[in-house]
């Protein structure tokens, strides 16, 4: 069975701070992979997301930037981080175009900047 | 572009009411609908999903009927309980597209 790894669950940063947040998925080759923010209030935000290797695409230009080093990995970075860039992130893997395929979604990290 | 629209919340209800949770869309093709559950500090998981017009996708006692003619795609269950209080999603993905559109999320807290 699949399963997908999110880490860390919590972190609390400075603001001008960098960061690295990493997802992994297990059981599958060639997932879609994507990345998503949680505000208050503002619902799920699409960041990120990936259909192959090196392949990145950004939904809202910001502080962060995405990678794909390996088939099923994916991270998420920025430079300097901004207050505005806490909130509750989420990776998730889907097996892409087939026929309505579901996200599948890792526990989060929450991530304060002060 | 398309976009999901549902009923804002908090809504709050006793036990063993009827829910019902709002969901339209706009898509430019023909999409899947999906409706999400995420629990108290946890992440999203998939409650229910429906691929074409008139499917109905349900799962634990929740139901959702695919209408194209009115673009919707509303949550119900007739008896809710305690462990039913979590944030529910309405969600679309477009055929020959690989994002995953949510809406804002509606808050359920159901009352003993």
């Known amino acids: 069975s699949q399963t997908i790894h999110q880490w860390p669950a919590t972190l609390v940063q400075p603001v001008g701070s960098p960061l690295s947040l990493e997802c992994t998925v297990e059981?599958?080759?060639?997932?879609?992979l994507y990345w998503y923010r949680q505000a208050a209030g503002r619902g799920l935000q699409l960041l990120f997301y990936s259909v192959g290797i090196g392949q990145i695409s950004s939904e809202v230009p910001q502080n962060l930037s995405a990678s794909r080093p390996q088939d099923r990995q994916f991270i998420l970075s920025s430079k300097k981080l901004l207050l505005s860039d806490s909130g509750f992130y989420l990776c998730?893997?889907?097996?892409?175009?087939?026929?309505?395929?579901?996200?599948?979604f890792g526990n989060g990290t929450r991530l304060t900047v002060t | 572009g398309n976009s999901v629209t549902q009923m804002e919340g908090p809504v709050t209800l006793s036990e063993e009411a009827f829910l019902t949770i709002n969901c339209t869309y706009t898509a430019t093709g023909y999409p899947s609908l999906f409706w999400y559950v995420q629990y108290p500090g946890e992440g999203l998981q998939l409650l229910l999903k429906a691929t074409k017009a008139d499917d109905k996708g349900s799962n634990k006692g929740f139901e959702a009927t695919y209408r194209k003619e009115t673009t919707s795609f509303h949550l119900e269950k007739g008896s809710v309980q305690v462990s039913d209080s979590a944030v529910y999603f309405c969600a679309l993905s477009d055929r020959g597209d690989d994002k995953i559109i949510f809406g804002k999320g509606t808050r359920l807290h159901i009352l003993p």
């Open positions: 998730a893997w889907s097996w892409g175009r087939e026929g309505g395929s579901p996200l599948h």
């Open positions: 059981g599958t080759s060639n997932p879609n």
